[in-house]
């Protein structure tokens, strides 16, 4: 996976690519699709949502720049892969998913590969998790038609944000934004992606 399908497409963070390398991804994925971990394409989970393709969690997570001191946090943890790739390389991980039945399950499945550098919450992401806050980096895991205002305040002067913005019906755009010292946000555009739809508070 790392050979074939993360080094060619330049995924050069040593990092990121030790995180890829020790992250068993084949138990993130239901049963059924346990032979098909490793393929370079996204997978169907429980609740008709999806774990992304190894290389867009590795370009993410590569994208936020991040350091072993950072704090991050995920919205959408989903089948808990990106959290635990994040877990691999950063002192904290702070992560929210919307779908209970997914959220007891990626917590269990934490619990059992004893991270306990990740916190899980059930609730809407698009309030964040002001309790911990501020991040270093925050990255959102499923397409979102606006950037939330409350995670912006929640980012650190410096901080990176990476999600999948959604430009039209039509077109996700993976972007990261810098937040500047005024408080703007720098946008910098990584690559054309599918992704399943932030749900909650973001769509009204």
């Known amino acids: 996976m790392v050979e074939n399908q993360l080094l060619p497409r330049g995924i050069h963070n040593t990092e990121v690519l030790n ?19 490793y393929l370079d394409s996204a997978l169907p989970i429980e609740e008709n949502q999806t774990i992304s393709q190894p290389y867009i969690v590795a370009l993410m997570t590569q994208s936020a720049e991040l350091k072993n001191s950072h704090k991050v946090l995920e919205i959408g943890t989903g089948s808990a892969y990106q959290a635990a790739v994040l877990a691999e390389i950063v002192e904290e991980v702070y992560t929210i998913e919307i779908i209970q039945p997914l959220f007891k399950q990626a917590s269990k499945l934490l619990k059992f590969l004893d991270y ?14 002001k309790d ?33 913005l959604s430009e039209s019906p039509f077109s996700q755009n993976l972007i990261v934004l810098t937040k500047m010292k005024d408080g703007s946000l720098e946008k910098a555009f990584i690559a054309a ?12």
């Open 132 to 164: 911990h806050a501020p991040y270093d980096a925050i990255l959102i895991t499923a397409a979102t038609p606006k950037i939330p205002a409350p995670l912006i305040d929640q980012l650190k002067v410096g901080g990176k944000m990476v999600l999948p």
């Open 116 to 129: 306990k550098n990740i916190s899980t919450k059930f609730g809407d992401g698009y309030k964040g998790w």
């Open 19 to 37: 995180a890829m390398l020790k992250v068993p991804r084949h138990l993130f994925v239901p049963p059924g699709q346990k032979h098909r971990a």
């Open 193 to 204: 992606v599918v992704f399943v739809p932030m749900t909650g508070e973001v769509r009204k």
